[in-house]
């Protein structure tokens, strides 16, 4: 789960938000700090961006990069320090921004903020490295004895809420090695290189430190852990309040936990930092000691300001991995006898965590934080440990929760042993079809949850039952209808959205027996279904789904027109995005044969002409999609502007992959040719692909384990996407050695996949194995399909069919086109493979299962976008690629995702002639 999604959450009670739109778009955020508020003095001007709220003198010249001062606040001392910065800065004619909202401070500092960031409250510019020794000096005499959490990413000044780093000082850009986008400064030589933005400090080898930080930077190195009584292993978990390790005390080797805590740092709902729940943690536990479902305390040390609390270490495995290694719907067709003994177990399962919860609360303490990664089972299954007690407290204090897992966050109306019943409701649910991190938009979907599990599983009606009423009733006890007030439940926000005055809780983001739940989902008699129309009732979901879209509609706001994944803020440009934004709305719009939306189109069109600084180049996320898009809806005028752009820009740093890379732009460059007649687009399509074909991106070996250092795989970031281009390529020009490239491609992606125990081929990523469109498995058949209609080859023709199998389970996780259901079917639909699982009734199974992810909203069918806490309405998390998906299974003329047109299937007529010779673009149906 990426816990960073959380703090988009309280901007919108459906959708995905900046977290300054509460405080600068009229939202219910609290209000600015006085100092935010006052006019801009003669001679000085400001701005906004994002967080931000900064002011400089005019006339004034910086540098463009160099040593910049960084100020931290708490936030019961943040206007003072403010005022006492903003004063002085005005006095000596000093550029500065600052965080003008304690709300916003305080989600720049919440346990899951983005460590590198956090506590950056103010930032001073300084001209040159001697004011900077002067402001530093200056600020830290003014502000002594103030505190503020330590900036991970700099260097602290003594021992005060100051600090330095050397960065850039304006917005200039350029590619990593990774072919990513990223804030850029000057080396040595002139060249602009990546400014490195981790949570620790570091100096650019070609910076040498001024001799006035010497004394800090001695004073950095001089804490260390050597000299504490364990010896830490392996670190577990990291968030921004600090970290957990596995340990052995260096005297007796006995193995620990680990928990540290920085001061003012890691801020829960309530204000609490990582310090103040440590605490708190600890008096929890040393009043549960005896009992064998909690850990016991052995120690606790601290060393500079961080503080430690020693723990039992705790044999066993998290209850979510068992999910993987359990769970019958991770299969296509699992047998009754496999659903019967899984819902024993999970009973068995629950009973054990609901006895652990209530020996507890028998010690008169809320647990406050269950869900399924603080709960360790034994590992022969027949004990459960509770973990992660910093959000306990006594049920006497009647507090509300202050840290919660998205998936079993209690309503705000819920105190004391509420809170823990609430998550023990969501888990009985959870157990059978974990999905109840819907109910943070809309809680009427737990009774359409009970009514899938009940329908699966032998589960006994009264043990669902009990979970649905729990889950939406009231404070009198009334439950809610839900699916009223299109899709809304009268139920508080779960959230916190109502006001947002406080921040959300932190968060860490067959034929079975039947309910007595009453029947949901177009069940006939009972309540009135949940959804206004079932996924595969088409054309109906069509025009659902496009009315959804249509309301979700933000056409007076500059930075997107549909609301969509959070990648809409993450760059320049992200809204406009084929990927994210609007431009891939319009393709799915254009694919299901959906009226066209002029004012989107308007809007994408002034968007083109003045592209934001710093907007990526590539297809998914940047400007060649959007020109793509333009020519594609008929504007091909202003298409062929931006792809000039486009072109005059360097490409040699630019990844080789389709999602922001080279692969991307030159199937998209190829396509306007194609479309245009323009020949010098054909040839920048060449070059791309020669780009995608230098050895150092072929060949390189794996990087090591993690994310960071592996190679990528499939379609979107991997070798897959690279075989996309060389097939299409060849397709135009009939050049063999580009199928060549793409045979290479295509089985170094399969070198990084394996096999499952059912025959599934899923890629590895080291920790989980992944079949999806996107970074899976799935992505890669996609593309061996195509590569096969011109070129026989057994490993790639029993590869994927070995892949068809890896897009036939019955449950996953996340509805989306890229990494979820819909993914799986759009393969099933277009794939040529034939054989078990492509058949009508195995794409239209797998359409029924889009059901279980759907919401109603304003009355229409939608769907939520990654991490499944608001919906999504673009192309590659939300209800967009849902549409494209369904589409291209039901549609009268079969939609695609671009550069990957239909496929004549087996079950279809065979083509009237044969065909020897690559066809031309023209030629292929709907390229």
Not at 106 to 129: L, W
Request: with cysteine; proline share 8%.
């Amino acid at each position: 789960m990426n816990k960073g999604y959380a703090v988009y959450c309280d901007a919108d009670r459906h959708f995905y938000d900046a977290p300054h739109r509460l405080v600068f778009a009229g939202g219910a955020g609290d209000s600015l700090y006085p100092a935010a508020t006052l006019p801009v003095p003669d001679g000085w001007a400001s701005h906004r961006t994002g967080d931000w709220l900064a002011l400089r003198p005019v006339g004034g010249t910086l540098p463009s990069q160099g040593w910049k001062i960084h100020v931290s606040a708490c936030l019961d001392n943040a206007e003072r320090v403010l005022d006492t910065v903003r004063e002085y800065c005005l006095r000596h004619e000093v550029a500065f921004k600052f965080v003008p909202s304690r709300y916003l401070l305080h989600q720049r500092n919440a346990k899951y903020a983005d460590r590198a960031a956090s506590g950056k409250f103010i930032t001073v510019y300084p001209a040159d490295d001697e004011q900077c020794e002067r402001l530093a000096t200056d600020l830290a005499r003014l502000l002594d004895g103030e505190p503020g959490p330590y900036v991970l990413s700099d260097l602290r000044w003594g021992q005060g809420p100051v600090h330095l780093r050397y960065g850039s000082f304006t917005r200039r850009h350029c590619y990593d090695e990774h072919g990513e986008l990223r804030p850029a400064i000057e080396d040595d030589s002139g060249t602009l290189v990546p400014d490195l933005r981790g949570p620790v400090f570091r100096v650019p080898d070609w910076v040498t430190p001024p001799p006035f930080l010497r004394p800090h930077l001695d004073a950095r190195a001089a804490v260390t852990v050597q000299e504490m009584p364990y010896e830490i292993e392996k670190a577990l978990h990291f968030s921004n309040g600090g970290g957990v390790y596995e340990a052995r005390h260096r005297e007796t080797g006995r193995r620990v936990v680990l928990k540290e805590a920085r001061p003012h740092a890691g801020l829960a709902a309530d204000g609490a930092d990582a310090v103040t729940r440590l605490h708190r943690e600890r008096t929890a536990l040393e009043r549960l000691s005896g009992l064998a479902c909690t850990p016991e305390v052995l120690d606790s040390f601290t060393v500079g300001d961080h503080h430690f609390l020693v723990l039992e270490f705790v044999e066993g495995r998290p209850l979510n991995t068992f999910f993987a290694r359990r769970h019958p719907l991770m299969e296509a067709d699992p047998p009754a006898e496999r659903l019967a003994e899984y819902t024993d177990w999970a009973l068995r399962i629950h009973g054990l965590v609901e006895r652990a919860v209530a020996a507890v609360h028998a010690r008169g303490i809320v647990f406050n934080d269950l869900h399924l990664f603080n709960v360790m089972v034994s590992e022969d299954e027949t004990s459960v440990v509770l973990l992660d007690f910093e959000a306990a407290q006594p049920a006497a204090e009647g507090g509300r929760q202050t840290v919660a897992n998205p998936a079993f966050v209690a309503p705000a109306d819920r105190r004391g042993f509420d809170v823990d019943r609430y998550a023990l409701a969501c888990l009985r649910i959870a157990l059978f079809v974990p999905l109840t991190s819907l109910l943070a938009v809309d809680r009427g979907k737990a009774a359409h949850l009970a009514e899938v599990a009940a329908a699966l599983f032998p589960v006994p009606g009264e043990f669902l039952d009990a979970a649905v009423r729990e889950i939406v009733r009231e404070p009198a006890g009334i439950p809610p209808r839900a699916g009223t007030s299109g899709g809304r439940t009268s139920v508080p926000p779960v959230e916190g959205t109502s006001g947002g005055r406080a921040p959300v809780p932190s968060v860490k983001g067959t034929s079975g027996g039947r309910t007595s739940v009453p029947p949901v989902a177009g069940a006939s008699g009972g309540r009135a279904p949940f959804l206004p129309v079932e996924p595969g009732e088409w054309p109906g979901s069509r025009d659902a789904m496009v009315r959804a879209i249509l309301a979700s509609a933000t056409p007076d706001r500059e930075d997107r027109f549909f609301p969509g994944d959070i990648a809409q803020f993450a760059t320049a440009g992200g809204g406009m995005s084929v990927g994210y934004g609007t431009a891939g709305v319009l393709h799915a719009l254009d694919e299901s044969g959906a009226a066209r939306i002029p004012a989107a189109e308007e809007r994408l069109l002034r968007y083109a002409k003045q592209p934001g600084s710093g907007t990526p180049l590539g297809f998914y996320d940047g400007l060649t999609g959007v020109a793509w898009t333009l020519q594609r809806l008929g504007h091909t005028a202003s298409a062929l502007e931006l792809a000039e752009l486009v072109l005059a820009q360097d490409h040699d740093a630019l990844a080789p992959d389709l999602h922001g890379g080279t692969a991307g732009m030159g199937l998209a460059l190829d396509a306007l040719a194609a479309a245009t007649g323009e020949s010098g687009l054909h040839a920048a399509a060449m070059r791309c692909a020669e780009l995608a074909a230098r050895p150092s991106v072929v060949s390189s070996p794996p990087a090591g384990p993690g994310t960071g250092g592996r190679i990528r795989t499939g379609l979107l970031h991997g070798a897959a996407g690279r075989a996309l281009l060389f097939v299409r390529l060849y397709e135009r020009t009939g050049d063999s050695a580009l199928l060549d490239l793409a045979a290479e491609a295509l089985h170094d992606d399969l070198s990084r996949c394996v096999r499952g125990a059912s025959g599934t081929l899923q890629v590895d990523e080291g920790w989980r194995t992944m079949p999806y469109l996107g970074a899976g498995s799935v992505g890669i058949g996609m593309v061996i399909d195509d590569y096969l209609l011109h070129r026989h080859d057994d490993t790639l023709d029993r590869a994927r069919h070995e892949i068809v199998q890896a897009a036939q389970a019955t449950f996953y996780a996340q509805p989306g086109l890229f990494r979820g259901v819909a993914g799986m079917v759009l393969h099933l639909a277009r794939t040529n493979a034939g054989g078990p699982g492509t058949e009508p009734e195995d794409v239209l199974r797998q359409v029924g299962c889009l059901t279980w992810h759907a919401m109603p909203y304003e009355g229409h069918l939608a769907f939520p976008g990654e991490q499944m806490m608001r919906l999504s309405m673009d192309l590659a998390t939300g209800t967009a690629g849902v549409l494209l998906a369904l589409s291209a299974a039901l549609g009268d003329r079969p939609a695609h995702l671009p550069f990957l047109p239909p496929l004549r299937r087996p079950h279809e007529p065979a083509p009237s002639r044969g065909r020897t010779a690559p066809p031309s673009p023209h030629e292929r149906k709907r390229s």
